[in-house]
């Protein structure tokens, strides 16, 4: 099975200042249809988990711009341009490459305001 | 608008069954592929199954064999059959309809 990391496990970021998180997986996550299935999520204090970014860098419909997703092969970025306080909670990155599954999500990153 | 409503969590014994749905509206069930995640307290996210617009199953290692999804095209709802339920299957369970849209999650406890 794939194996996603995420580093930093925990981020705490003043409100306006940038944030970024890494995630890496095991095997490479590109698709020999030429796309690459990594995906970030946020998921908020008691919600369930909101798409963020899919395919590497594409936004979901309605996600802010200061929002960001980059990288390649097995190492990707989510980056966010200025925090504000309602992008706290964790953050997921997950693999869909696996056709047949198993789909793999990384530990998350837990971010908070300063 | 896509929306995804799972129900039938709940307390049950060790060893026990369980049948969860997700009524969907706004698409068709049978026309996407959708999956079960559940995600145990206090920890992070664990892919369960999916069933795709073909009707292909599969499974985590950790719920094969005890484990069943399938859909009703006349009722566009999802379900999860869980047997044989062990402590550790305590979670909240979530539908997901490709990984974009998620339901609220139900919540399922496994306990004496």
């Known amino acids: 099975d794939i194996v996603m990391t995420q580093t930093p496990l925990s981020l705490s970021v003043t409100p306006g200042q940038p944030a970024s998180i890494s995630c890496k997986s095991s095997?490479?996550?590109?698709?020999?249809?030429?796309?690459?299935?990594l995906y970030w999520y946020l998921q908020k204090p008691g919600q369930s988990p909101q798409l963020l970014i899919y395919?590497?860098?594409s936004r979901f419909s309605g996600v802010p711009d200061r929002f960001s997703g980059s990288g390649s092969g097995t190492d990707f970025t989510l980056k966010i341009s200025r925090v504000e306080a309602e992008d706290v909670g964790v953050y997921y990155c997950?693999?869909?490459?696996?056709?047949?599954?198993?789909?793999?999500f990384g530990p998350g990153t837990k971010v908070d305001i300063k | 608008e896509v929306q995804l409503v799972e129900s039938g969590g709940g307390l049950v014994q060790p060893g026990g069954s369980l049948r969860l749905s997700c009524a969907a509206s706004?698409?068709?069930?049978?026309?996407?592929?959708m999956s079960w995640v559940r995600q145990a307290p206090g920890k992070g996210l664990e892919w369960v199954s999916v069933i795709y617009s073909g009707g292909s199953t599969y499974y985590a290692d950790s719920v094969k064999g005890r484990f069943t999804i399938s859909r009703d095209n006349s009722k566009n709802t999802l379900y999860l059959q869980m047997n044989s339920l062990r402590a550790e299957d305590t979670a909240v369970y979530y539908c997901a309809l490709y990984f974009d849209y998620w339901g609220q999650g139900t919540l399922v406890t496994v306990s004496s």
């Open positions: 095997q490479s996550l590109l698709h020999s249809d030429g796309k690459t299935y």
């Open positions: 997950m693999q869909g490459i696996h056709l047949p599954p198993p789909f793999t």
């Open positions: 706004g698409f068709t069930v049978s026309s996407n592929y």
């Open positions: 395919e590497v860098s």
